[in-house]
């Protein structure tokens, strides 16, 4: 009986741990950087695709990246989905993320992903300049198309940007100024711009939001954020800098030690599918697939972008960014 009994039971076990596998299988856990709602779509329809669902929580790249650090030795989640390039870059510098070569990044162009594969982006998009139309008219002003029309008299008080140490949207404004015309003359240009500059908010769609209601004529953002503003009817007009501009590369990255790798990599080349590329472009961002676009929307490949380096720009964010707070803040 004993002998019985000790087979029943080890065959229990056997079927709770095969059972017991199975569930813990049926999850993958996830931070997100993605617009909540956009977050909630995706990963809705990877689900229903594939019958996994996706634990997330949202974080800003800032507060993903903390988090990861925090958890390094104890990682809670597999994969981190959207955040800025930026962030993914000092992921992988830091040791929390591994490489991994997703099939469906053979889409992606090289200046978009990672060269050892640490991450791939999903989406980019351009920085860009959002006018009031109804303010300009107001103000018998046009437009600004380049970055030296930014600085000009009739502009004061009149344009509106993040503050570079809060927002990485600005940070890249920063970066981008001091990539297209070196260090020196590109902090004369930031200091010149200040003057015109009516408030620093802290995050860097504000200034887009702000212009939506008139409440500045002028902002500076991503395109993405004015096109959507733009389709929910404000009025708006976009442009873009003719020196050229510097972008964002929303992208993906797999945590090092995260507990559900292999469902993590399913869902990471999932990512980059054309399914997900679909709705990525519901939400006026441009993805990297020949996918139909919001009205507004313009493939990064038609703007004229800068040569950027965002590995160059993590190292010196730090140092960049406390030389603006010194020699270009007014206090605003």
């Given at each position: 009986?004993?002998?019985?009994?000790?087979?029943?039971?080890?065959?229990?076990?056997?079927?709770?741990?095969?059972?017991?596998?199975?569930?813990?299988?049926?999850?993958?856990?996830?931070?997100?950087?993605?617009?909540?709602?956009?977050?909630?779509?995706?990963?809705?329809?990877?689900?229903?695709?594939?019958?996994?669902?996706?634990?997330?929580?949202?974080?800003?790249?800032?507060?993903?990246?903390?988090?990861?650090?925090?958890?390094?030795?104890?990682?809670?989640?597999?994969?981190?989905?959207?955040?800025?390039?930026?962030?993914?870059?000092?992921?992988?510098?830091?040791?929390?993320?591994?490489?991994?070569?997703?099939?469906?990044?053979?889409?992606?162009?090289?200046?978009?992903?990672?060269?050892?594969?640490?991450?791939?982006?999903?989406?980019?998009?351009?920085?860009?300049?959002?006018?009031?139309?109804?303010?300009?008219?107001?103000?018998?002003?046009?437009?600004?198309?380049?970055?030296?029309?930014?600085?000009?008299?009739?502009?004061?008080?009149?344009?509106?940007?993040?503050?570079?140490?809060?927002?990485?949207?600005?940070?890249?404004?920063?970066?981008?100024?001091?990539?297209?015309?070196?260090?020196?003359?590109?902090?004369?240009?930031?200091?010149?711009?200040?003057?015109?500059?009516?408030?620093?908010?802290?995050?860097?769609?504000?200034?887009?939001?702000?212009?939506?209601?008139?409440?500045?004529?002028?902002?500076?953002?991503?395109?993405?954020?004015?096109?959507?503003?733009?389709?929910?009817?404000?009025?708006?007009?976009?442009?873009?800098?003719?020196?050229?501009?510097?972008?964002?590369?929303?992208?993906?990255?797999?945590?090092?030690?995260?507990?559900?790798?292999?469902?993590?990599?399913?869902?990471?080349?999932?990512?980059?599918?054309?399914?997900?590329?679909?709705?990525?472009a519901s939400f006026y961002v441009v993805p990297f697939r020949d996918v139909e676009l919001m009205d507004g929307a313009m493939p990064i490949s038609e703007v004229n972008t800068i040569d950027q380096d965002d590995v160059w720009a993590g190292k010196n964010k730090e140092r960049l960014v406390e030389k603006w707070n010194e020699e270009v803040y007014s206090g605003k």
């Amino acid at each position: 009986m004993r002998k019985i009994f000790l087979t029943l039971m080890l065959s229990s076990l056997m079927v709770f741990l095969l059972v017991g596998g199975t569930f813990a299988q049926d999850y993958v856990t996830a931070y997100t950087s993605l617009d909540e709602q956009l977050a909630r779509k995706v990963f809705e329809k990877y689900e229903e695709n594939t019958g996994i669902k996706v634990e997330w929580v949202r974080l800003s790249t800032g507060e993903a990246v903390s988090r990861m650090m925090a958890e390094k030795n104890n990682p809670q989640t597999s994969i981190w989905v959207g955040g800025v390039g930026l962030g993914h870059i000092q992921a992988k510098e830091s040791g929390l993320t591994i490489p991994f070569e997703a099939e469906n990044a053979a889409h992606v162009p090289a200046k978009f992903k990672d060269v050892d594969n640490y991450w791939t982006g999903i989406y980019a998009g351009p920085l860009c300049f959002v006018s009031n139309t109804d303010r300009l008219e107001e103000l018998g002003l046009e437009a600004p198309t380049s970055w030296a029309d930014l600085i000009k008299p009739e502009y004061e008080g009149h344009v509106q940007v993040a503050n570079p140490g809060t927002s990485g949207t600005s940070y890249n404004v920063l970066a981008t100024m001091v990539q297209i015309m070196g260090e020196e003359e590109g902090f004369d240009y930031m200091k010149k711009l200040d003057k015109n500059i009516i408030q620093y908010t802290r995050s860097g769609s504000k200034p887009g939001k702000n212009a939506a209601i008139g409440e500045v004529p002028i902002g500076i953002g991503y395109a993405h954020d004015q096109v959507k503003l733009k389709a929910q009817g404000y009025p708006l007009t976009i442009t873009f800098p003719e020196e050229g501009t510097g972008y964002e590369v929303a992208s993906i990255s797999l945590i090092k030690g995260g507990k559900e790798t292999e469902l993590a990599k399913d869902l990471y080349n999932w990512l980059l599918s054309e399914e997900a590329a679909e709705i990525y472009a519901s939400f006026y961002v441009v993805p990297f697939r020949d996918v139909e676009l919001m009205d507004g929307a313009m493939p990064i490949s038609e703007v004229n972008t800068i040569d950027q380096d965002d590995v160059w720009a993590g190292k010196n964010k730090e140092r960049l960014v406390e030389k603006w707070n010194e020699e270009v803040y007014s206090g605003k």
